[in-house]
T-cell receptor, first 111, second 121 residues
Framework: DAKTTQPPSMDCAEGRAANLPCNHSTISGNEYVYWYRQIHSQGPQYIIHGLKNNETNEMASLIITEDRKSSTLILPHATLRDTAVYYCIALSQGGSEKLVFGKGTKLTVNP | EPEVTQTPSHQVTQMGQEVILRCVPISNHLYFYWYRQILGQKVEFLVS????????KSEIFDDQFSVERPDGSNFTLKIRSTKLEDSAMYFC???????????????????FGDGTRLSIL
């Protein structure tokens, strides 16, 4: 599975949009981009995933560039409860089922 | 919303003792996983399980580890003779079969429980 690169930390003001970038320049055509987050020591929480089209659900939006080498997770109106470590993970079809977690981005939402 | 539940939330065990961590996956899910996270480190994959068989395991998952689905609802991780370095948070996860058909679990997200903190003394 492709390696992903994320900034180690980001800050965001409460109520503003949080845009979390992820680079996956070696991603292959059958690899999905998954986003999870981990609040303190809780279990990782699934947020969203996509292959090549932009995706939106009740939690967030996922914007994937046309060349699929990078993506951005958007939390439209960040709240203090969104403070967490966010993980971007590439996962292929036809390959391993395991999620490979990196260090992620520590997002701090400030009041 | 259905969720993965894990018990106990905290387990303290003497080194060398056996420990069993329990998980109840989401009811219509067919794929089950264990991950662990040593304090301050990354979440690491241990094992995946489908159709009563291990489908993949990591180097961490050695002969001291085993998994079992003893009935229709529970999924367990057993560590036979615990070591100090087994101290970690252990997370169970489950996912459902893709609607695309058999053999495609990876485009269905894994949902995690809140973990069991295992402390080895």
């Amino acid at each position: 599975d492709a390696k992903t690169t994320q900034p180690p930390s980001m800050d965001c003001a409460e109520g503003r949009a949080a845009n979390l970038p992820c680079n996956h320049s070696t991603i292959s055509g059958n690899e999905y981009v998954y986003w999870y987050r981990q609040i303190h020591s809780q279990g990782p929480q699934y947020i969203i995933h996509g292959l090549k089209n932009n995706e939106t659900n009740e939690m967030a939006s996922l914007i994937i560039t046309e060349d699929r080498k990078s993506s951005t997770l958007i939390l439209p109106h960040a709240t203090l409860r969104d403070t967490a470590v966010y993980y971007c993970i590439a996962l292929s079809q036809g390959g391993s089922e395991k999620l490979v977690f990196g260090k992620g981005t520590k997002l701090t939402v400030n009041p | 919303e259905p969720e993965v539940t894990q018990t106990p939330s905290h387990q303290v065990t003497q080194m060398g003792q056996e420990v069993i961590l329990r998980c109840v996956p989401i009811s219509n899910h067919l794929y089950f996983y264990w991950y662990r996270q040593i304090l301050g480190q990354k979440v690491e994959f241990l094992v995946s399980f489908y159709n009563n068989e291990i489908s993949e395991k990591s180097e961490i998952f050695d002969d001291q580890f085993s998994v079992e689905r003893p009935d229709g609802s529970n999924f367990t991780l057993k560590i036979r003779s615990t070591k100090l370095e087994d101290s970690a948070m252990y997370f169970c996860a489950s996912s459902k079969r893709s609607s695309l058909g058999p053999g495609w679990p990876y485009n269905q997200p894994q949902h995690f429980g809140d973990g069991t903190r295992l402390s080895i003394l």
